[in-house]
């Protein structure tokens, strides 16, 4: 039995067998080859090309029957990179030339033709790459003898242990098939981890060694809120562990009766709590958790998990059911918020050596403004559903508020050109994420109709720790001064020019320092659906002046040690 310690991502509590999930970096031997062992090299190519076909054919098959056939198409290009005359013949034509292992010529040739397509300016071709990397790495696949198996197709629940995953792959994820997961990279703010959240499942992120240590089939114990994994446990340990399982469903059960309580505190004061979501499947989790609203939707992983881009109808049918469904409750739709750690294979974006302080979210929407504006025209047609609001991500400066705001306009103007209507008065926020936001709140405030603190990001600039690398993962503190500092500027901005300030960041849904955050005087938390019964819980418990007092005292305090201590014994004390 061992023990191992990481970051708790996602709570909760599962036992089941080790699933490795490779990151398909393939290592490619390279070996001479005699002249007459050439055939015998075609032929091992010749297999591999007709096992990959016979592998997408049942792929598109299966596809066509689970989602139709339109998302069955995109294989047929798949198809046609099989029957390239071209590659073909220039591996076979290498191969007799260079007398290398026919693995290793593949492998170069798949490289070069990448790098041609990548300098393509057209559009179209580019695209291509993501069909042929996906095809090439196929056959390289089985060139060297090797499997992967989707989510889907795992016969049964597992607990997936990866070097990392992507948010991508973690919306991937089939609920009833991954029992948890355990990586050896992360943080508690990164996508994968919120991502895990929202679909329930458990996971613990940042164990360094977990995929060396971990073998396939070994029975694991993942406890997502503690942050720990247990190889091969004794009987006693597991025992111990179903019980504390059933613990947690009892204590979410108890907490599950507070849900449809309206978010009063004892003196009368009214908090909204609204929800977080990454897909529309979430809608009904978030009506169950007893939401009041989507206060943030992040409209990126409707780009992710396919080839194109989605058109202006299906965004528009995708924002139209969920406004439909929480309807009288508002919905704030967030602005593509592409970058960071969430890359679409769309879009052949050159690697940076700074991801999350490179060309993301706004700044690419702003330079991209044909594609922006397919989801603004989107947003502003679903908007006469339900009541939406519409905020961008990112934002630095007035200026790239004004700039969104202008092709908006010319959104509307489209709009209005056809004779489509949209909500003349939906309102549009803010995201104060970045210090340069968060110091000129009042600048930004006069401008805007609302705004929303997306701590995950606000914490990792202002505090310049990177929110998924769990070597700094420590650093990384919600309670640090100079946040708390920073919250209170925005929100006496917001107020001062009378608009609400909202928090979507993970921050809003602590339990303790939700004390600190009503006492400022947040007007609006927007959690992920699980925690809302909690904070409902918390709401009732306390009276505004006494969240006053303890955002008064947080704010004197040092350290965010000094700063947790203080606000979670204030929460022992208020909930007995
Ligand atoms: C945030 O940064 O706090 C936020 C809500 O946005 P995201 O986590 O998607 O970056
Ligand atoms: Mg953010």
Redesign the pocket.
């Known amino acids: 039995m061992i023990q191992l310690k990481g970051i708790a991502a996602a709570p909760g509590i599962r036992v089941g067998p080790a699933h490795k999930f490779g990151k398909e970096e393939f290592t490619v031997p390279r070996n001479e080859i005699r002249e007459d062992e050439i055939p015998i090299n075609i032929q091992l190519f010749e297999e591999a090309l007709i096992k990959t076909r016979k592998e997408i054919m049942e792929l598109q098959k299966r596809i066509g029957s689970d989602m139709g056939q339109e998302e069955a198409l995109i294989f047929d290009a798949h198809l046609l990179v099989l029957e390239d005359r071209m590659l073909i013949e220039e591996v076979i034509s290498r191969l007799k030339k260079e007398k290398l292992n026919v693995a290793c010529i593949f492998s170069e040739v798949l490289k070069k033709y990448t790098s041609v397509f990548s300098n393509i300016e057209d559009e179209y071709l580019k695209e291509r790459i993501v069909d042929i990397n996906d095809v090439g790495r196929r056959i390289l696949r089985n060139l060297l003898g090797k499997e992967r198996k989707a989510f889907s197709e795992l016969k049964e629940k597992v607990v997936v242990v990866a070097h990392d995953i992507s948010p991508s792959d973690t919306a991937a994820m089939h609920k009833k098939k991954v029992l948890a997961f355990v990586t050896d990279i992360g943080g508690k703010?990164s996508?994968t981890a919120?991502m895990a959240k929202s679909l329930e499942i458990p996971a613990v992120v940042g164990i360094e060694g977990a995929t060396a240590m971990i073998h396939p089939d070994d029975v694991l114990i993942v406890d997502g809120s503690m942050g720990v994994v247990i190889i091969n446990p004794d009987q006693q340990t597991l025992e111990n562990y179903r019980r504390e399982e059933q613990k947690f469903a009892g204590v979410l059960q108890k907490f599950l009766t507070a849900k449809d309580l309206p978010a009063v505190t004892r003196d009368g004061k009214t908090v909204q709590i609204y929800a977080n979501i990454e897909l529309p499947d979430e809608v009904p989790s978030v009506k169950l958790h007893g939401a009041k609203g989507i206060g943030?939707y992040?409209t990126e992983f409707f780009y992710m998990n396919r080839r194109d881009l989605p058109t202006e109808e299906e965004h528009y049918q995708e924002y139209k059911y969920v406004a439909q469904e929480m309807k009288p409750d508002p919905v704030v739709i967030r602005t593509l918020?592409l970058g960071?750690d969430k890359f679409l294979s769309q879009f052949a974006i050159p690697q940076e050596m700074q991801p999350f302080l490179g060309w993301r979210a706004i700044r690419f929407c702003l330079a991209r403004p044909e594609i922006f504006k397919v989801q603004l025209r989107a947003i502003l047609r679903a908007s006469v559903h339900g009541k939406l609001k519409l905020m961008y991500?990112m934002i630095s400066g007035v200026e790239e508020l004004r700039q969104a705001n202008t092709i908006l306009d010319q959104a509307k103007k489209e709009l209005e050109d056809k004779g489509l209507s949209y909500d003349k008065d939906m309102q549009v926020g803010t995201?104060i994420?970045v210090p340069s936001a968060a110091l000129t709140a009042d600048i930004l405030a006069k401008e805007t109709d609302f705004f929303s603190i997306?701590?995950?990001?606000?914490i990792q600039y202002s505090l310049a720790v990177d929110r998924v690398n769990e070597k700094v993962a420590y650093l990384y503190e919600p309670a640090h001064p100079a946040v708390l500092r920073m919250i209170k500027n925005i929100i006496t901005a917001g107020h001062k020019e009378k608009i609400k300030v909202a928090m979507?960041?993970e921050m809003a849904g602590e339990p303790g320092l939700v004390l600190i955050l009503l006492g400022m005087g947040l007007d609006e938390f927007s959690i992920p659906p699980q925690v809302i019964p909690e904070l409902k819980y918390i709401i009732r418990s306390i009276t505004m002046k006494q969240v006053e007092e303890i955002a008064e005292k947080a704010s004197t305090l040092s350290t965010a040690k000094e700063v947790n201590n203080y606000s979670q014994d204030k929460l022992r004390e208020i909930l007995k």
Do not use: A, F, Q, V
């Open positions: 703010t996508h919120i943030l992040r918020d960071g991500p995201m994420e997306g701590t995950n990001d606000l979507c960041g």
